[in-house]
């Protein structure tokens, strides 16, 4: 089982687990995160979604899509990896590398919106905004996440959120996606050997 950061995780412990979003809710809360970009852009016609992977990389290819079939045009979608960027490299394990894609026509004057599975302390977007800064120069930069579960230790907040989810630092969040775990669903528990 993988954290919101992509890295491995001892995994919640099933007794205590819940989920707080399944399938039809992840599918709602993409739903309005489209139309809520789309509605704060005007259209989303020079905005760029670049996911973090793992999961954030999956969320913005499902949002592009949503985008597109709201509107009728492709909106860009790449990933952005922030593994170099991390300011817990020498504290964590390695971690592996994930590509970071960057859509035609790059990010330079752009909107680009960041897009992750949890939003939590704020250190792993803080390292996409470090890692964007390499790549150009955004005319703006949004953030959209699936869950925010609080307890920022940066001065970072999300404008576009699926579900807000007031946490204890105990607990633990695990986004599935389809894609990477064979379902849809947002868990809360506490994880094993808590």
């Known amino acids: 089982m993988t954290t919101q950061s992509g890295a491995r995780s001892a995994g919640l412990d099933p007794a205590a687990a819940r989920a707080v979003l399944d399938g039809p809710a992840v599918d709602r809360a993409l739903t309005r995160i489209a139309h809520e970009i789309l509605e704060r852009t005007g259209g989303a016609e020079d905005a760029v979604l670049l996911g973090i992977p793992t999961r954030g990389a999956v969320l913005g290819r499902r949002l592009g899509e949503l985008i597109s079939r709201f509107e009728g045009h492709a909106v860009p979608v790449g990933s952005l990896d922030v593994t170099m960027y991390r300011d817990d490299l ?81 607990e633990a969040v695990e986004v599935h996606l389809s894609e990477t775990d064979g379902r849809d669903c947002v868990l809360l528990g506490i994880k094993a050997g808590a």
């Not at 752009?110 to 150009?136: C, E, H, K, M, P």
């Open 90 to 170: 020498r504290l964590k394990p390695a971690r592996p590398l994930r590509r970071t894609e960057i859509p035609t026509g790059g990010v330079d004057g752009r909107l680009v919106i960041l897009v992750d599975d949890v939003l939590f302390s704020g250190r792993t977007v803080r390292a996409a905004l470090d890692a964007l800064g390499d790549l150009g120069r955004p005319r703006a930069i949004q953030l959209a996440v699936l869950v925010d579960r609080g307890h920022r230790q940066l001065p970072i907040r999300a404008d576009y959120v699926g579900k807000n989810l007031p946490t204890s630092m105990r």
